[in-house]
Every structure is written in structure tokens, then in C-alpha cells.
């Protein structure tokens, strides 16, 4: 069963367009959603997170957009670079044991041609 | 500031085998997180260790475990290796442990034979 529904698989932009990167849970414990972005070879990287008591969180180029009631969050990426190009992983986090524990979804290879 | 380190890059274990990675966390963070990484399955949360004691366990077999040391270094040990083991294995390390803020080493690459 998956837990965090990330859409689409693949996205091709051009340079200068907008990405976004949808996704929706089920589970009504997951208060915390943070995004990650990760290059070949390398590990995830912390891009931005929300708490679900905001519904727009806005960092840069990059902005989270959430809507609690329909159990949905979504990736914006404004102005794309082809520096942007990587596979992101949105998540759902619950508390336990003092600690935030991530549900991924199952990432969107981002291309952003020149 | 060094990151996260992983320990090794890449291994090639036979079936049946076992292995134990190493995960070196970012000077003064006292958590450690474990997790599996796999086209099929994608990132999967494995355990996470604060000071020493393991506080999360994900979904997974008995044949995976880990261990926190107290310079807060890590290791996961996988037993009785199977094919499906094959795999990226990330470390994350975060600073108070509330994994709000979890910084990623750059795994270790393992192929099960």
C-alpha cells in the first residue's frame, strides 16, 4: 500500500517554465512534509518543508503549496534551471518516539532543458 | 564542515552472506538515520538511532539491524544477504534528533549475487 502518492513519474520542462510536482496522502498523522531533491550519485538533500498549519510556504524559486483537507501537497519550482534537473521525493512525516519519520513518495526525474 | 560519511561506496556480497556498513554522522548531530533505496520500492525508512538507542524501526526483517556508538558513528549489519538486499543504503544524520533537518550521506552501493 502506498502511503504518499507522488505525481507525475517524469517531467520534462523548458528552462524558464514552471515545474510541479503533486502529491496526496492518506494518513491523517502525518504533520510534517518536507521535499527533497537528490542528484546522481549523491544523497537526498533537504530543499523546503511546511507543517500542515500553513498552506503556502515560499523559500526562493521553490514554494509548497498545501491543502489539508483534500490531504494534498504540491512542488512548485518557478523560473526552472537545468540546474534543477534531479529527482524529487515529496514526504510524510508522523512523530514517533521524539522523532519526525519520513513516508516517501516514490520520486519525479525532473528534466529542464536549456 | 564535513557531511555525512558512508562507509564503503560500493560492495559486492555473495548470498547467504552478511555486511555491515558504516555511517560516520556530521560533527555534533546525535541522530542517525538508516534507510533503503530501490527502484521498486524507493526510499524506505530502515531504523534511526538517538544516544545510542535505536528509537524507530521501519518494516523490515529481523536480518537487518544497526547499532549507534557513542561518538554517535553508526552501523547497519544485514545478515543471511538475499538478491531483493541489493540496494542503495543512505545514512542521515540530524542535530537534536526531532528529524525535522536531516542531512544525507551518499549511501553505500550494495550488490547481492
Not at chain 1, 507525475?8 to 496522502?25: D, F
Amino acid at each position: 500500500q502506498q502511503q504518499v502518492k507522488q505525481s507525475p513519474q517524469s517531467l520534462i520542462v523548458q528552462k524558464g517554465g514552471i515545474s510541479i510536482i503533486n502529491c496526496a496522502y492518506e494518513n491523517t498523522a502525518f504533520d510534517y512534509f518536507p521535499w527533497y531533491q537528490q542528484f546522481p550519485g549523491k544523497g537526498p538533500a533537504l530543499l523546503i518543508a511546511i507543517r500542515p498549519d500553513v498552506s503556502e510556504k515560499k523559500e526562493g524559486r521553490f514554494t509548497i503549496s498545501f491543502n489539508k483537507s483534500a490531504k494534498q501537497f504540491s512542488l512548485h519550482i518557478m523560473d526552472s534551471q537545468p540546474g534543477d534537473s534531479a529527482t524529487y521525493f515529496c514526504a510524510a512525516s508522523s512523530l514517533s518516539g521524539g522523532s519526525y519519520i519520513p513516508t516517501f513518495g516514490r520520486g519525479t526525474s525532473l528534466i529542464v532543458h536549456p | 564542515k564535513a557531511g555525512v560519511t558512508q562507509t564503503p561506496r560500493y560492495l559486492i556480497k555473495t548470498r547467504g552472506q552478511q555486511v555491515t556498513l558504516s555511517c560516520s554522522p556530521i560533527s555534533g548531530h546525535r541522530s542517525v538515520s538508516w534507510y533503503q533505496q530501490t527502484p521498486g520500492q524507493g526510499l524506505q525508512f530502515l531504523f534511526e538511532y538517538f544516544s545510542e538507542t535505536q528509537r524507530n524501526k521501519g518494516n523490515f526483517p529481523g536480518r537487518f539491524s544497526g547499532r549507534q556508538f557513542s561518538n554517535s558513528r553508526s552501523e547497519m549489519n544485514v545478515s543471511t544477504l538475499e538478491l531483493g538486499d541489493s540496494a542503495l543504503y543512505l545514512c542521515a544524520s540530524s542535530r537534536d534528533g526531532t528529524g525535522y533537518e536531516q542531512y544525507f550521506g551518499p549511501g553505500t552501493r550494495l550488490t547481492v549475487t
